[in-house]
């Protein structure tokens, strides 16, 4: 997907970005006129859960039978976050064009629709619209539904985290730092007859900086944060090779892969403590396994 040409709109105490496909849209032009009914009267993202946070509420809002929207709002949840939307882009605008950056480079994320900024004296807050990516869940939910199907499919599942290896990988090749990068922001669209058709999509940009200015060595902290993260939010009944599948996608195409992936595991071991409930180990190559056992024969 390549990013579409962006309109902007201006009116006293708003500012609107949105893409030029969806400028004729009546029905999201209602929802722009009044955005704070259309979040109480869409959906929660998931049924029976609040998706509502400190500083965003998320609500999936229906454009037509086909079509659905992801609307967010922001607004600042204290005194810092006050006065740094006093002088900087809002986190819809950034989101937004992050949005836009990973389109360009090809990575599979969902379309922006719009952003919109409304300021009343001091006072700011804003929205985000996202198309919603039909037919897919968060890698996380879709490992507790279906739980029982990667149990009786190992191929599958070292399958699935090797590609979450790889794309995470090309997020941070375009020098990304997501943040808060986790299998619940990692949607996978996925076919039980048509195993060959599985897709990944990531989301979620809402704290995610460009660093492209950073050269490799001083963005690795960031990439190695964003990989702790990741590597944390990989349980959920989860075999604990699906973090050592990740690692070996990750690190394979990379110079001196096995010190820095030893590099990364001093980091992720440094990190926890050790009576962390969320901590768990991550196994060793099977390679490293065997030479050991050798080794000690």
């Known amino acids: 997907m390549t990013p579409r040409t962006l309109a902007r709109r201006w009116s006293p105490g708003r500012l609107l970005i949105i893409d030029s496909g969806w400028i004729s849209d009546s029905t999201l032009h209602s929802i722009l006129r009044h955005p704070k009914d259309s979040l109480l009267r869409g959906t929660n993202t998931r049924p029976g859960r609040q998706r509502s946070r400190k500083s965003r509420s998320v609500a999936r809002v229906p454009l037509n039978p086909e079509t659905a929207i992801y609307l967010k709002h922001f607004y600042p949840k204290n005194l810092w976050r006050f006065l740094i939307s006093l002088f900087l882009p809002s986190r819809a605008q950034n989101s937004f064009h992050i949005h836009q950056q990973l389109l360009a480079s090809e990575l599979p994320v969902p379309r922006p629709v719009a952003s919109l900024d409304c300021r009343k004296g001091i006072f700011h807050e804003s929205f985000l619209l996202v ?28 399958k ?31 076919d039980s007859q ?91 190559r099977e390679k490293d396994r065997t030479s050991s056992c050798a080794d000690a024969t």
């Not at 198309?131 to 070292?158: V, Y």
């Not at 990068?181 to 949607?187: A, E, R």
């Not at 963005?219 to 990741?230: Q, V, Y």
């Open 131 to 158: 198309e919603e990516i039909p037919g897919t869940q968060p890698i996380r939910d879709f490992a507790l539904e279906q739980s029982e199907f990667l149990e009786k499919n190992p191929e599958f599942r070292e």
């Open 160 to 190: 699935l985290f090797t590609e979450v290896g790889h794309l995470v990988r090309r997020f941070h090749d375009h020098h990304f730092f997501h943040v808060d990068l986790s299998i619940k922001n990692i949607l996978i669209s996925f």
């Open 194 to 284: 048509h195993l060959d058709r599985t897709s990944l999509y990531l989301i979620d940009f809402d704290t995610c900086y460009s660093l492209t200015y950073l050269p490799d060595a001083l963005f690795a902290p960031f990439r190695w944060t964003d990989l702790r993260r990741l590597m944390d939010s990989v349980r959920y009944g989860l075999s604990p090779l699906a973090k050592r599948n990740v690692l070996d996608a990750y690190f394979s195409k990379e110079p001196l892969a096995s010190k820095k992936e030893a590099n990364f595991l001093r980091f992720y071991h440094l990190t926890h403590r050790s009576d962390d409930p969320v901590f768990q180990p991550i196994p060793h």
